[in-house]
Nanobody, 121 residues
Framework: QVQLVESGGGSVQAGGSLRLSCTTSGYAWYSYCTGWFRQAPGKAREGVARISPDGSTSYADSVKGRFTISKDNGKRTLYLQMNRLKPEDTAMYYC???????????????WGQGTQVTVSS
């Protein structure tokens, strides 16, 4: 059974930092891409960052230079370090996993339950 469990969300002021974590189990960690997505109220879900099995990364333009995605293979855990947060980063953040083509397309099959990030001005 595939499980992805996010943690680390919260409320911060603009300019602050948060680190999200996503612990995973039940799938081929070394074969799948993993990524972070977010959805704000009334807006479409968007991809934030993804990391490939070989460790290569990709970011949405809106977070480049501020967010860093990483993973710990031994712990099967995905991270998202978010710095210089802005009010427009406020959203529910989800981690997801699947074959890389599906993650790139924004349609992975396996999702966590989400963790809320709220950034106040």
């Amino acid at each position: 059974q595939v499980q992805l469990v996010e943690s680390g969300g919260g409320s911060v002021q603009a300019g602050g930092s948060l680190r999200l974590s996503c612990t995973t189990s039940g799938y081929a960690w070394y074969s799948y891409c993993t990524g972070w997505f977010r959805q704000a109220p009334g807006k479409a879900r968007e991809g934030v960052a993804r990391i490939s099995p070989d460790g290569s990364t990709s970011y949405a333009d809106s977070v480049k230079g501020r967010f860093t995605i990483s993973k710990d293979n031994g712990k099967r855990t995905l991270y998202l370090q978010m710095n210089r947060l802005k009010p427009e980063d406020t959203a529910m953040y989800y981690c997801a996993a699947d074959w890389c083509g599906k993650v790139v397309a924004g349609m992975p099959n396996y999702w966590g339950q989400g963790t809320q990030v709220t950034v106040s001005s």
